[in-house]
């Protein structure tokens, strides 16, 4: 496995994939088996892979404290060699950004004002315009990323459609602890008390999930339940929304959609999501059918 930090060093190594078949998975470090199994998936089909592990400023916003973020460099080089990777490409910001913050930045449009747009503004701008420029610079064919983040792969997607990249995005589930908690970087900051109150989360997933066939009203209203029920958890939203517009479904709608939560345990804030059928027969989905179709 080589490990370019520079240009130069990603364009030699990167050169010497010649198979024009290259997926990669973007990271900003602090691997775990979540990020393994978006590599495995990757290696599964395609030739080479390349992993980028870049802590991208631009998606910090002035609240959130880059400096905190989990740094296991050694560690997730570790699960890269493990994982089959051909490539890392981990740079430093001016690396990636030369001549300071980037005048011209893709915008997210409204999709990234909403959810987490809302608690975190200009967020998905930086998410965009650096996972633009990693495909550019590593020349992918394919990108994987995680369901977990359900608006960010909504975001990427609209933008390799809107702007002709000839990059194919796959969507991989989302990989979760024994006990049902999303794998997340956010989860080392959580204490032990903190963890178990976590769990509700992923419980209200499971019990909105559960209603499905009943119907819009029926999913929300068992989702909620179940979060009200823990006063720890302190929800930012919890949304049952169209996979794709990310706008409400009405209680008419029948089909898929995204039941999406966010909330705060302790000082940590994390995300979960469900994909979801909606009407008779309904209930959870491992991933989208357009998702299936894709990967």
Known sequence: MTVARTREELREA?????????????????????????????RETHAHVVVTIFLNPLQFGPKEDLSKYPRTFDSDLAICTEAGVDLVFAPTPDVIYPDGDPGVRISAGPLGDVLEGQARPGHFDGMLTVVAKLMQLTRCTSAYFGQKDAQQLVLIRRMVRDL??????????????????????????????????????????????????????????????????????????????????????????????????????????????????????????????ADRLDG
């Open 14 to 42: 990167r050169a010497a994939l010649d198979d024009g078949d290259v997926a990669v998975v973007m990271t900003m470090g602090a691997l775990h088996d979540g990020h393994a199994t978006l590599i495995r998936r990757a």
């Open 164 to 289: 002709d990249f000839p990059v194919r995005v796959v969507a991989v589930p989302t990989v979760r602890e024994p006990d049902g908690l999303a794998m997340s970087s956010r989860n080392t900051y959580l204490t032990e008390s903190d963890r178990e109150i976590a769990l509700t989360l992923s419980a209200a997933l499971r019990a909105g999930a559960a209603a499905a066939a009943e119907g819009p009203s029926a999913i929300r209203r068992a989702a909620r339940a179940v979060l009200v029920r823990e006063p720890l958890v302190l929800a930012d939203y919890l949304v049952l929304v169209h996979p794709e517009t990310l706008e409400d479904v009405p209680e008419w709608y029948r089909g898929e959609a995204l039941l999406a939560v966010a909330a705060r345990v302790g000082t940590t804030r994390l995300i979960d999501n469900a994909p979801v059928l909606v009407g008779r027969g309904g209930g959870a989905l491992e991933i989208f059918s």
